[in-house]
């Protein structure tokens, strides 16, 4: 090509070059997609339907073809922005986890008040709850204080179920007065 095989070759090698890098491109938009499609999901889920265990699950694995992906530059914008929303979600499904424990269940709905407080909303927690509702509250940003109180409610249940067997084995005993 017009006596310059040098230069043909050296724009071949960079043609190439920029075609892995759209290849590999294109498989981070079309993981993204997925990542999307998939919390579009979760977030559209009834309270009562939640399986935390799958969801985490679910989340590793996207987490993990993500960081397995070749050819691209984990600091472009693209890279860095769908890192976060996993980690968002990694740090929000064992925190959801620990909201559904039966321990949060109580008459006066003391810890879901406690959770009210410290979030600064609103909300009602009951079947029909859409999960969307629970990821606004952003509690990927309240971990400590989410951990804090769900370990109290898991105490404070123990202690009561501690109490009721007390009462259950002396309610049996007769005392005879000599």
């Known amino acids: ?10 724009s071949q090698k960079n043609l190439e070059a920029v075609r892995a890098e759209v290849d590999a491109v294109e498989k981070l938009w ?3 997609k997925v990542c ?8 559209g889920m009834k309270w009562g339907h939640v399986n935390c265990g799958d969801m985490e699950d679910e989340i590793k694995k996207k987490r993990k073809g993500l960081v397995d ?17 996993l980690k968002n979600w990694a ?21 879901w008040k406690r959770l009210k407080e410290l979030v600064g909303k609103d909300f009602e927690v009951n079947e029909n709850l859409v999960l969307e509702t629970v990821w606004d509250l952003k ?3 309240f971990k400590e204080g989410i951990e804090d109180i769900t370990d109290f409610a898991k105490n404070e ?12 084995f002396w309610k049996i005993v007769d005392f005879e007065l000599v």
């Open 36 to 43: 999307e499609q998939k919390f579009l999901e979760y977030k």
């Open 91 to 111: 740090t929000f499904l064992p925190l959801l986890t620990e909201l559904k424990d039966p321990s949060m269940d109580t008459d006066d709905k003391r810890h």
């Open 157 to 168: 249940l123990k202690i009561e179920r501690g109490l009721n067997k007390v009462k259950d």
């Open 139 to 141: 509690l990927f940003e």
């Open 30 to 32: 079309k993981h993204i």
């Open 1 to 10: 090509m017009f006596n310059f095989p040098d230069e043909v070759q050296g």
């Open 69 to 85: 992906m070749r050819g691209i530059d984990k600091r472009c914008n693209t890279f860095t922005g769908i890192v976060e929303i």
